[in-house]
T-cell receptor, first 114, second 108 residues
Framework: DTEVTQTPKHLVMGMTNKKSLKCEQH?????MYWYKQKAKKPPELMFV???????INESVPSRFSPECPNSSLLNLHLHALQPEDSALYLC?????????????FGPGTRLTVL | GIQVEQSPPDLILQEGANSTLRCNFS?????LQWFHQNPWGQLINLFY???GTKQNGRLSATTVATERYSLLYISSSQTTDSGVYFC??????????FGAGTQVVVTP
């Protein structure tokens, strides 16, 4: 099973809402990633978790709060977002962190902030 | 940080044609990866290729690290090859970043 799943597929939220994105993998990978991708742009790395600990935070605003409750699950908690945060949010996993290993990506969550 | 430049930005191919995509990087790298993102947004890692040549079916990639470029070859293109091809690498600060991508459209 080489699948990374993400829920929901689409999310529309207001600027005062709190919502969460969920990512799951059952490949035994110990590194998990969040990326943000705006339309017609390449993905941008947001966070990296290695062995369930946050190892990289690319200066992401605090309205995005990641959580890795166990080795299979990665959440991204959203609060007080701005319309410019509307984007495709991609989750990925790899055997180990360090960008020398194949990353497997989920299908993404398309987020619209009104 | 490292500059990653991809060319061409857009490519239109007739089905069955061959093509070469290029990725230039401004500094030495210890990893280089190629990705394909299909029109529905699914991103797939094609190659991890810090140096040398690799082949996977109709796709192959070559990285010449000393000259700071990598090439992705698509042979006998099919409509399912359409999408955006990204190269990505890590700079000396450990920051992982993608190039701007090459948008490929394969017409029947």
């Amino acid at each position: 099973d080489t699948e990374v799943t993400q829920t929901p597929k689409h999310l529309v939220m207001g600027m005062t809402n709190k919502k969460s994105l969920k990512c799951e993998q059952h490949m035994g990978h110990r590194a998990m990633y969040w990326y943000k991708q705006k339309a017609k742009k390449p993905p941008e790395l947001m966070f990296v978790y290695s062995y369930e600990k946050l190892s990289i935070n690319e200066s992401v605003p605090s309205r995005f709060s990641p959580e890795c409750p166990n080795s299979s699950l990665l959440n991204l908690h959203l609060h007080a977002l701005q319309p410019e945060d509307s984007a495709l949010y991609l989750c990925a996993s790899s055997l180990v962190a360090g960008f020398t290993d194949t990353q497997y990506f989920g299908p993404g969550t398309r987020l619209t902030v009104l | 940080g490292i500059q990653v430049e991809q060319s061409p930005p857009d490519l239109i191919l007739q089905e069955g044609a061959n093509s070469t995509l290029r990725c230039n990087f401004s500094d030495s790298v210890n990893n280089l990866q190629w990705f394909h993102q299909n029109p529905w947004g699914q991103l797939i890692n094609l190659f991890y290729i810090p140096s040398g040549t690799k082949q996977n079916g109709r796709l192959s990639a070559t990285t010449v690290a000393t000259e700071r470029y990598s090439l992705l070859y698509i042979s006998s293109s099919q409509t399912t090859d359409s999408g955006v091809y990204f190269c990505a690498t890590t700079d000396s600060w450990g920051k992982f970043q993608f190039g701007a991508g090459t948008q490929v459209v394969v017409t029947p």
